[in-house]
C-alpha cells in the first residue's frame, strides 16, 4: 500500500470509531503524510480564528492553561485537608495533577510562541540586514513547524494506543488517560497556528519595510 493510500485510510478508521483498527491505521507511515497535511490546514485554520476572533487570540491558549493550574492547586490542596483532617485522601490526587500539568504546559508553550519568548535571539538578529532577519524568522518558522508536525503525530499515536488499551489515569475507576493525551495533538494544532500567524506577520512587515525583529519580554505580551 503507497503512503497516499496509507494516508487517506486513516480517515474513514477514525470515522469508523474503532480503536483498534483506528491503532492500525495511526502506526502506518502514511500517517506522517496525513498528520504533516492536518497539522498546515488545522493551524492555519487557528490562525484566521484568531485573526477574527481577538478574544480568542488573546485568551484561548493562557486561560486554558490557568484553568488547568487552578484545578492542580485545588486538587493538591483539598488533598492535603482531606488527609490530615478528614484522615481519607482521594486515590486521584497524586495521578490526576501530572496530566493536567501536561495540558497547562503545551497550551503555555503555545502561547509562549506567540510572544517569541522561546530562544529568539533578538538582540543578536536585530543587527542583521532585514533579509537575514527574514531568512533566521523563515527558519524558525520552519523548525517549529516540523516540531509541531512530530508532537502531533507522535501523540495521536499514542493517544490511539491508549484507547485500544482502555487504559485508566492510576488510582481512578472513571477517567480515561487518553482525555488527557488528546489535549497534546491540539495544542501543538494551536502552536502550528501561532507558527503560521507570525510568519505572516514577519512576511508583511518585511515587505512593507517596518522592523521585523522586535525584543521579546518574558511575561509580556506584544
Request: hydrophobic share 55%.
Amino acid at each position: 500500500m503507497s503512503i497516499l493510500s496509507e494516508a487517506l485510510a486513516i480517515i474513514p478508521a477514525v470515522l469508523a470509531d474503532n480503536p483498534f483498527g483506528m491503532r492500525r491505521a495511526f502506526d502506518a507511515d502514511g500517517m506522517w503524510l496525513f498528520c504533516f497535511v492536518a497539522t498546515f490546514v488545522l493551524g492555519y485554520m487557528v490562525h484566521l480564528m484568531y485573526a477574527n476572533v481577538p478574544f480568542l487570540e488573546r485568551n484561548l491558549e493562557r486561560g486554558i492553561a490557568i484553568t488547568a493550574y487552578l484545578i492542580i492547586a485545588a486538587i493538591i490542596c483539598w488533598g492535603v485537608i482531606d488527609r490530615f483532617v478528614f484522615s481519607r485522601q482521594w486515590s486521584g490526587s497524586t495521578t490526576v495533577p501530572p496530566f493536567l500539568f501536561m495540558v497547562m504546559a503545551w497550551f503555555a508553550c503555545a502561547y509562549n510562541v506567540k510572544l517569541r519568548t522561546h530562544l529568539s535571539f533578538s538582540e543578536f538578529r536585530s543587527k542583521m540586514s532585514p533579509t537575514g532577519q527574514m531568512g533566521a524568522l523563515t527558519m524558525d518558522a520552519v523548525l517549529w513547524f516540523v516540531f509541531c508536525w512530530i508532537a502531533v503525530t507522535t501523540s495521536l499515536r499514542f493517544t490511539a494506543l491508549s484507547i485500544a488499551n482502555f487504559q485508566l489515569v492510576d488510582g481512578v475507576d472513571d477517567v480515561m488517560k487518553w482525555w488527557f493525551y488528546i489535549t497534546v495533538p491540539i495544542a501543538f494544532c494551536l502552536m502550528s497556528g501561532r507558527v503560521i500567524g507570525n510568519w505572516l506577520e514577519d512576511y508583511r512587515n518585511y515587505k512593507a519595510g517596518n522592523q521585523i525583529i522586535k525584543q521579546a519580554v518574558i511575561g509580556g505580551d506584544v
